[in-house]
């Protein structure tokens, strides 16, 4: 398995926070067998949860905490850049990060700029939902199979750049995963 395959690999490890023996990677050939894995390690049949849902509060709860501000201040559509203050704006939004409790955080560019996938809310809501979705399940909650599915999906978008997969397709032979 090539460089792109390991570190997809590792996203899932970090994500459902599990380990992936090397000899279960090799029957991981496909996103369903790998869904199929990870269901069983994960005992997927709980009841289905919204975990951007969960990050969304979780966020709004530490910038309101952190930043000072009202409830009403902190919605979905809330760019960070209209509620992180200019000057010490790295500062802050490391704060913020710790005071929800979720990584991997996002960074910001090397200019102090949100990246268009967390420069809202909302959008940084999805980012823990997809890279620590398992940070953000409380006590003993089980996995759902969609859920996983979901997770996976992301994963395979924002790791390996494949939008548009079938379950069944090889990771290696049809999607081109080296």
Same mark, same amino acid.
């Given at each position: ?6 570190? *997809?690999i590792m996203? $899932?490890?970090? +994500?459902? @926070? ?5 000899d279960? $990677?090799s029957?991981?050939d ?5 869904v199929? *894995? ?5 005992g ?7 975990l951007? @849902?969960r ?6 709860? +530490?910038a %309101? ?5 009202d409830?009403?201040d ?5 760019r ?5 203050p200019?000057? @010490?704006?790295r ?6 990060g710790? +005071?929800? =409790?979720i990584?991997?955080?996002p960074k910001?560019s090397?200019w102090? =700029?949100?990246r268009?996938? *967390? ?8 980012h823990?939902a997809t ?6 399940? @409380?006590?003993s909650e089980?996995?759902?199979? =969609?859920e996983?599915e979901?997770? $996976?999906?992301r994963? %395979?978008r924002e ?6 997969f079938?379950?069944?397709?090889? *990771?290696?032979?049809?999607?081109? $995963?080296d």
């Open positions: 398995m090539g460089l792109d395959g390991i570190e *997809f996203a $899932v490890e970090d +994500a459902f @926070q599990v380990a992936i023996a090397d279960a $990677v029957r991981v496909t996103p369903r067998n790998l199929d *894995f990870l269901c069983e390690r994960l997927a049949d709980g009841e289905p949860i919204c951007e @849902q990050a969304f509060h979780r966020l709004r709860r +530490a %309101m905490q952190v930043l000072g501000r409830r009403s902190i919605v979905p559509v809330t960070w850049d209209a509620i992180l200019g000057r @010490q704006r500062h802050y939004w490391q704060l913020l710790r +005071a929800a =409790s990584a991997p955080w910001l090397i102090g =700029s949100f268009p996938w *967390f420069a809202t809310v909302g959008a940084t809501s999805r823990p890279n620590a979705p398992a940070s953000l399940r @409380q006590g089980e996995w759902t199979r =969609s996983v979901t997770v $996976v999906t994963l %395979m790791t390996l750049g494949i939008e548009d079938g379950w069944d397709q090889g *990771f290696i032979a049809d999607l081109g $995963v």
